[in-house]
């Protein structure tokens, strides 16, 4: 929980929102890593910082491409049955250039001029924005290299294709890039806080978890896998299967794997998530599945008065404790549940003292009273 996410909540209220719910990751990120801190101990930050209610993003869908993370977050929003504005941040701080974009991507010359790119060997981002400047659209390609731009325009997406009665909302971020290590602006990147965390110098709030504890694990976990298996990983395809195979065979670190697989095609992030995908055994039906059900991290009396409603309104069942998800009688929610149950034991290797298995089955949603801590 940084300056950032304060901020947002800030704004979102002041534009109007009478209760913010946050749709959040859970003890690993996007970005390809584990979570620097817990999803529980997060989801009470974000209540202590004036989020009413904490939902969490499956693992399978944190650990997927934007457009899948996106997608997955706005069909939580649309499945609470209540949620009629979704706000984010953004580098451009412009919805219609946002909404511009996301129209574009659905036409034929854009999607014929992003396929004779890629075909090329640019990776997905990269060829994206080049694609845009091959129809005539370099101003608006600028802004496709900002990464919570891209996000912006997948949950715009995401709206438009499932359909949803949700309003977009942006808000201008201010201070440094999300990867900056910049240490001499107002508003420092998560990417600087979390190095400071690693390093000591920043005093860390609750347990800290770091993929690096886990390396042996991982490597284990690659070892044995042939490439038939790493070929059914989630965003694995063209050989890359032969490629992850043979650095696993010559490496004996994350990084070094890491290294031996980039090209311009595969990008850091992408192989970060495909190796987590491999440890926590997620497969593509885990990250294309439908959302099945709504888990509740941690909520206060405004967050109590949103499940009131949402008994009435929910599309999914909601999760407030272990027992709900085997109450369903639904195998997929029982599967789906499950997957996270192994996914926090996974995670709880990652902590420097290692950690005990079934939190998820212990850690109910937490209520808070209402009191803003910041």
Known sequence: MHSGHVRLIDEAKKNGATHVISIMSGNFVQRGDCAVYSKWDRAVDAVNNGVDLVIALPCAKCLSSASVFASAGVEIADKCGCVDELFFGSECGNID???????????????????????????YPVARQKAFEKIGESKLANILENPNDILGIEY???????GIAIDPVCFKRIGEQHDSLNEDGEHLSGA????????????????????????????????????DDLKNIPDVDEGLENRIRQAVLNCNSIDSI????????????????IILCALLSVGRSDVY??????????????????????????????????????????????????????????????????????????ENAIFLKNIDKR
């Open 97 to 123: 250039q946002l909404k511009s974009i996301a129209e574009i991507m659905n036409n034929e010359s854009f999607k014929t001029a992003f396929e004779e790119e890629y075909s090329l060997g640019s990776s």
């Open 289 to 362: 599945s439908a959302i099945s059900h709504i888990r509740v991290l941690a909520f206060n009396e405004n967050g109590r008065e949103v499940l009131r409603i949402m008994r009435e309104s929910a599309k999914v069942p909601v999760i407030m404790k272990h027992s709900d998800a085997y109450k369903t009688g639904d195998e997929n929610i029982v599967r789906e549940y499950e997957k996270e149950i192994f996914s926090s034991d996974v995670f709880a290797l990652m902590s420097n003292e290692v950690g005990f298995c079934s939190k998820e089955q212990k």
């Open 156 to 162: 715009i997406r995401a709206i438009n294709e499932l």
């Open 258 to 273: 890491l290294d031996s697989c980039k090209t311009k095609r595969y990008t850091y992030s992408r192989l970060r998530r």
């Open 192 to 227: 600087l806080l979390r190095k400071k965390i690693f390093e000591g110098r920043i005093p860390p709030m609750h347990t800290v978890y770091c993929l690096k504890n886990a390396e042996r694990a991982v490597l284990y976990k690659l070892r044995e896998m042939t490439a």
